[in-house]
């Protein structure tokens, strides 16, 4: 909608007083904080997406946007939850147990909260158990598994198999990426999916949540 | 021909005996290697015939140099970065300047008084350099030591929302790596100065390459202009997709590029020698993320080869190196294929080591 391109673009060129500004006022105006959402933050963090992906932004680019749609978010977040408006999905991220490789993990943070999705970080070095008892704390719908490193490409199948053994497995869906992580690799482990880059990685969650 | 001469030959682009080598082993690598060769972990350079020895005197001291015996284990370093051992290496646990205000960021002083310990790490190599080539490792050299102090985000975002700062924060960095550099020029017989400053992933530059040109790139020339007055070669370390800055790197003196990581867009070694060969000599290339972990013997040993064939096409300027350590889920027969395509035997490996055994007997 014509009234919330300001927003859009304040997300798109990640400056947050401006968002923070903006989204106070469509609120004092009355606008449902659902309607902010869909409206002008998601709208702008695609183009930040799209952005990415056709390497005209970069990682500096990327977290000032989201630096940015946090401030928006922060302000809705009371109001969608008081209305009970859900997220497209939980999703419950992370990087595996002996690897402390978080930039990419994090854009994909980014890219799912600014697509509506819930996100729950789980940090780096993070245990097969941990994530089972963090996707069933939470109860997640997705889990996404993050690995920059060969040596530790194997807890992510350790995840796999650690959801199984707990029997919550079938409960959730798994995507996994980082640098040496392959399509053939996310089907040889039994993860459901594997996407390249952050802006694949929302495609990929919106596939997994059925949306 | 010794290792010093060959290392000298083959970045000068004269006929060499053997490719050199200059191989970096994850530290779980080295002990398979050692235990297998029956010497201590220290020995497994001299042992595999490896050309060049370095020491870092920079930052990365912390990270890889103090080695902890347990896990969780922390220190501290001359920066008041936290570290934590985390597997095999330390990781940051505090960034010193991360969440802090402006005013104490510019406040913030390197750690001057303490390059007299820092550089003191070399004594140990110095006394091989009649036959070894030995190289002064300053990196971390700008951006990689301002993401140390204030932690990624902080770093990147500061890129283009405080130019300023970040210009100020860059400027340091690298002003401590340059007073390194200098005093380890005129005080050591080093072969080359060991820059390095990670600037890329697996697809891309971390930060647009006009942004790297304007902030990070001409404080990084200051650190390679110190090797080049010395006269001495200059090598530079940065991972992943950095094709778009190799020409500026070449223009500020770079002679060597490593770790060269031919899967990444732009990276193809081939490539990158056809079009940058004749100024930029390479160090790396043989692939980490697959081929070494997962390939057979057969294929390292033929990848290799057509490695050093294509590498060494105008007569030299390519040292032989995996595009990062390489990683102990390696078999070890992978490792030998890459020194046999070499011209390093597995028997003459094993014949070393027996000379060390020896000698630490007697
Ligand atoms: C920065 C970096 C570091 C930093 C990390 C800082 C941090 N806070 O993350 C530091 C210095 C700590 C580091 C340490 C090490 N590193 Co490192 N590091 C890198 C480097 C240069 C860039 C990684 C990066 O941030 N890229 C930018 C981000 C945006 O990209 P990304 O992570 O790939 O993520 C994108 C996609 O992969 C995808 N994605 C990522 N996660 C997920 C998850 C899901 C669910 C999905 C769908 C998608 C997805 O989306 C992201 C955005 O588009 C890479 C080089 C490279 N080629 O990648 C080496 C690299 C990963 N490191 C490597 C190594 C060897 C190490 C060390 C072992 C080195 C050492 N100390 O000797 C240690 C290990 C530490 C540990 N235990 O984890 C090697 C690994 C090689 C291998 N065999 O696997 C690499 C590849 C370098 C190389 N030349 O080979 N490293």
Same mark, same amino acid.
């Given at each position: 909608?014509?009234? /919330?391109?300001?927003?859009?673009?304040?997300?798109?060129? #990640?400056?947050?007083?401006?968002?923070?500004? +903006?989204?106070?006022?469509?609120?004092?105006?009355?606008?449902?904080?659902?309607?902010?959402?869909?409206?002008?933050?998601?709208?702008?963090?695609?183009?930040?997406?799209?952005?990415?992906?056709?390497?005209? /932004?970069?990682?500096?680019?990327?977290?000032?946007?989201?630096?940015?749609?946090?401030?928006?978010?922060?302000?809705?977040?009371?109001?969608?939850?008081?209305?009970?408006?859900?997220?497209?999905?939980? %999703? +419950?991220? #992370?990087?595996?147990? #002996?690897?402390?490789?978080?930039? #990419?993990?994090?854009?994909?943070?980014?890219?799912?909260?600014?697509?509506?999705?819930?996100?729950?970080?789980?940090?780096?070095? %993070?245990?097969?158990?941990?994530?089972?008892?963090?996707?069933?704390?939470?109860?997640?719908?997705?889990?996404?598994?993050?690995?920059?490193?060969?040596?530790?490409?194997?807890?992510?199948?350790?995840?796999?198999?650690?959801?199984?053994?707990?029997?919550?497995?079938?409960?959730?869906?798994?995507?996994?990426?980082?640098?040496?992580?392959?399509?053939? /690799?996310?089907?040889?482990?039994?993860?459901?999916? /594997?996407?390249?880059?952050?802006? +694949?990685?929302?495609?990929?969650?919106?596939?997994?949540?059925? %949306? | 021909?010794?290792?010093?001469?060959? =290392?000298?030959?083959?970045?000068?682009?004269?006929?060499?005996?053997?490719?050199?080598?200059?191989?970096?082993?994850?530290?779980?690598?080295?002990?398979?290697?050692?235990?297998?060769?029956?010497?201590?972990?220290?020995?497994?350079?001299?042992?595999? *015939?490896?050309?060049?020895?370095? @020491?870092? &005197?920079?930052?990365?001291?912390?990270?890889? *140099?103090?080695?902890?015996?347990?896990?969780?284990?922390?220190?501290?370093?001359?920066?008041?970065?936290?570290?934590?051992?985390?597997?095999?290496?330390?990781?940051?646990?505090?960034?010193?300047?991360?969440? $802090?205000?402006?005013?104490?960021?510019?406040?913030?002083?390197?750690?001057?008084?303490?390059?007299?310990?820092?550089?003191?790490?070399?004594?140990?190599?110095?006394?091989?350099?009649?036959?070894?080539?030995?190289?002064?490792?300053?990196?971390?050299?700008?951006?990689?030591?301002?993401?140390?102090?204030?932690?990624?985000?902080?770093?990147?975002?500061?890129?283009?929302?405080?130019?300023?700062?970040?210009?100020?924060?860059?400027?340091?960095?690298? *002003?401590?790596?340059?007073?390194?550099?200098?005093?380890?020029?005129?005080?050591?017989?080093?072969?080359?100065?060991?820059?390095?400053?990670?600037?890329?992933?697996?697809?891309?530059?971390?930060?647009?390459?006009?942004?790297?040109?304007?902030?990070?790139?001409?404080?990084?020339? @200051?650190? &390679?202009? &110190?090797?080049?007055?010395?006269?001495?070669?200059?090598?530079?370390?940065?991972?992943?997709?950095?094709?778009?800055?190799?020409?500026?790197?070449?223009?500020?003196? =770079?002679? &060597?590029?490593?770790?060269?990581?031919?899967?990444?867009?732009?990276?193809?070694?081939?490539?990158?020698?056809?079009?940058?060969?004749?100024?930029?000599?390479?160090?790396?290339?043989?692939? $980490?993320?697959?081929?070494?972990?997962?390939?057979?013997? @057969?294929?390292?040993?033929?990848?290799?080869?057509?490695?050093?064939?294509?590498?060494?096409?105008?007569?030299?300027?390519?040292?032989?190196?995996?595009?990062?350590?390489?990683?102990?889920? $390696?078999?070890?027969?992978?490792?030998?294929?890459?020194?046999?395509?070499?011209?390093?035997?597995?028997?003459?490996?094993?014949?070393?080591?027996?000379?060390?055994?020896?000698?630490?007997?007697?």
């Amino acid at each position: 909608m014509e009234k /919330y391109v300001e927003l859009q673009e304040s997300i798109i060129s #990640g400056k947050k007083d401006k968002v923070g500004e +903006l989204t106070q006022r469509f609120l004092d105006d009355g606008r449902p904080a659902k309607e902010i959402l869909d409206e002008g933050l998601i709208p702008g963090m695609a183009v930040v997406g799209r952005k990415f992906q056709e390497g005209e /932004y970069f990682i500096p680019e990327m977290l000032l946007s989201a630096r940015a749609l946090n401030v928006g978010l922060d302000l809705l977040k009371p109001l969608l939850e008081a209305s009970d408006v859900k997220p497209v999905a939980k %999703v +419950l991220v #992370g990087t595996v147990k #002996g690897d402390i490789h978080d930039i #990419g993990k994090n854009l994909v943070s980014i890219m799912l909260r600014g697509g509506g999705f819930e996100v729950i970080d789980a940090g780096v070095d %993070v245990s097969p158990d941990t994530f089972v008892q963090m996707a069933k704390e939470s109860s997640v719908d997705i889990v996404g598994l993050s690995a920059l490193l060969t040596t530790t490409m194997p807890s992510m199948q350790e995840t796999v198999e650690a959801f199984k053994s707990d029997g919550s497995r079938d409960k959730i869906k798994i995507m996994i990426g980082g640098a040496p992580v392959t399509t053939e /690799y996310a089907e040889k482990i039994g993860a459901d999916g /594997y996407a390249q880059n952050a802006s +694949l990685a929302i495609e990929m969650a919106r596939n997994l949540a059925g %949306v | 021909m010794t290792s010093k001469e060959r =290392v000298h030959a083959a970045l000068r682009r004269e006929p060499v005996d053997r490719v050199p080598v200059y191989m970096w082993y994850h530290p779980e690598t080295t002990q398979q290697l050692a235990e297998l060769l029956e010497i201590p972990a220290g020995k497994v350079a001299d042992a595999m *015939g490896d050309d060049v020895r370095q @020491k870092w &005197v920079g930052g990365n001291y912390a990270m890889e *140099g103090i080695v902890h015996d347990q896990e969780g284990c922390t220190h501290t370093d001359f920066w008041g970065i936290e570290w934590v051992k985390l597997g095999y290496f330390n990781q940051i646990r505090k960034y010193p300047l991360q969440h $802090t205000s402006r005013e104490e960021i510019l406040r913030f002083k390197h750690p001057y008084d303490k390059i007299e310990t820092l550089l003191q790490q070399m004594e140990p190599i110095l006394p091989l350099g009649d036959k070894l080539f030995i190289g002064c490792d300053v990196s971390p050299c700008a951006f990689e030591m301002v993401y140390r102090l204030c932690g990624m985000d902080e770093a990147l975002m500061n890129l283009l929302a405080d130019v300023e700062l970040s210009k100020k924060m860059l400027r340091d960095a690298s *002003g401590f790596a340059l007073k390194l550099a200098e005093m380890a020029c005129e005080r050591f017989p080093i072969d080359w100065l060991w820059t390095g400053d990670d600037v890329a992933g697996q697809e891309r530059m971390m930060m647009k390459p006009q942004d790297w040109c304007d902030t990070i790139g001409p404080q990084l020339a @200051k650190v &390679v202009n &110190v090797g080049k007055q010395h006269g001495l070669w200059v090598a530079h370390h940065c991972c992943g997709a950095t094709r778009p800055v190799i020409p500026d790197l070449i223009e500020m003196g =770079v002679d &060597v590029l490593n770790p060269v990581q031919g899967n990444c867009p732009g990276m193809d070694p081939f490539e990158l020698k056809r079009e940058f060969g004749g100024e930029l000599s390479f160090m790396g290339g043989i692939d $980490t993320q697959d081929l070494l972990p997962n390939g057979s013997a @057969k294929e390292v040993r033929r990848v290799t080869e057509a490695m050093l064939e294509g590498m060494t096409a105008d007569g030299g300027g390519y040292i032989l190196a995996a595009s990062h350590t390489i990683p102990h889920e $390696t078999p070890i027969d992978n490792v030998f294929a890459m020194y046999e395509a070499a011209g390093i035997s597995r028997e003459e490996i094993f014949d070393r080591a027996a000379n060390i055994r020896n000698n630490q007997a007697t």
